[in-house]
């Protein structure tokens, strides 16, 4: 009885499972085609400084357009590029990509560009961006290294020898989506990152959720105390903007104060800008 029960039940998820590994193959495949193809795209998210509103930077955000099904987002395709390695040589363009893009822009906007933790724990990481640097021409100090704090989980002694390596390039190390992962802390405490990311979760609940608006206002005070920039995340409201103003945080990032762009669209917010808002 239990046997049958049990072979129904394998019977009823079996279609559902067929179907959920033949697509994971064919963006597999069609992944492995992606960057010979040049279906690889780069979207600008500008952040600003919220004490005087400028453009200090922008994140490079990976966009993949897809041959038929259009734009497909990296929340979709970023961990499969893990488990197959592909991110590896996906993570070299976007590194040469975003460098050589921000050595256009006006000189004192930085660039930022995610990398995820294969990429971060791969022997090549320090060469590639040595590379990218040399061959853009764009000054290290301009260049943001952005990892989440899983990226840190494993294997410290290396990783803190790669952060370490990547600072003595004279690039500058964020913490991204902070205080969504496990013991932060203890990594403010082995070093020194020149920027913590306060996750859009936390952000989302200002004004609805006074849990949310202390670990915020603790963070942003950490931040101050270690001399670390702090960020909002995710801002997408006026209010949002006004309360982190008002804790005292340094930039802010959101659909409020625009959306990632493409760099067409990237090019006419900077030049719709007065001249001045751009940071000197
Ligand atoms: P992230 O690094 O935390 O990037 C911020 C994400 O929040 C982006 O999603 C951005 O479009 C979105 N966002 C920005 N402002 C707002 C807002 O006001 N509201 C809302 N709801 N969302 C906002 P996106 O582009 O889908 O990227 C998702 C994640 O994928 C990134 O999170 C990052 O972890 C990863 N990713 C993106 N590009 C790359 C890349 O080139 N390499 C690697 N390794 N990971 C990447
Ligand atoms: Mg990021
Ligand atoms: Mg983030
Ligand atoms: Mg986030």
Not at 34 to 54: V, W
Not at 66 to 74: I, K, R
Not at 149 to 172: F, I, Q, Y
Not at 208 to 227: D, F, T, Y
Request: aromatic letters at 6%; a negative charge; hydrophobic letters at 40%.
């Amino acid at each position: 009885r239990a046997k049958d029960e049990g072979k129904s039940n394998y019977r009823f998820f079996e279609p559902e499972m067929n179907a959920r590994l033949q697509k994971r193959r064919e963006l597999e495949r069609d992944l492995r085609k992606a960057l010979e193809r040049g279906d690889f795209e780069l979207h600008y998210q500008p952040l600003i400084t919220i004490r005087d509103q400028r453009v200090c930077g922008c994140e490079a955000l990976l966009r993949w357009k897809h041959p038929e099904h259009g734009y497909v987002q990296p929340g979709e395709f970023i961990s499969l590029a893990e488990e197959t390695g592909l991110i590896a040589p996906i993570g070299e363009w976007v590194l040469r990509r975003a460098c050589e893009e921000a050595s256009r822009w006006p000189s004192p906007l930085t660039v930022a560009v995610n990398v995820s933790p294969a990429q971060f724990r791969s022997s090549h990481l320090v060469a590639t961006v040595l590379s990218a640097l040399a061959a853009s021409g764009l000054d290290p100090n301009r260049l943001e290294i952005e990892i989440t704090e899983s990226v840190l989980l494993m294997n410290s002694d290396a990783n803190l020898a790669t952060l370490h390596a990547l600072r003595g390039l004279g690039v500058k190390i964020a913490m991204d989506d902070f205080g969504t992962g496990y013991s932060s802390l203890a990594y403010l405490s082995n070093f020194s990152f020149d920027k913590i990311k306060i996750d859009r979760s936390f952000v989302r609940q200002i004004g609805m959720n006074r849990h949310c608006e202390a670990i915020i206002s603790v963070i942003v005070k950490l931040g101050a105390h270690l001399a670390i920039v702090t960020v909002g995340e995710g801002v997408e409201t006026a209010e949002q903007l006004a309360h982190l103003q008002q804790e005292g945080c340094d930039q802010a990032q959101g659909f409020l104060l625009s959306r990632p762009l493409s760099t067409s669209d990237l090019r006419l917010f900077l030049n719709n800008l007065p001249g001045l808002r751009v940071a000197a």
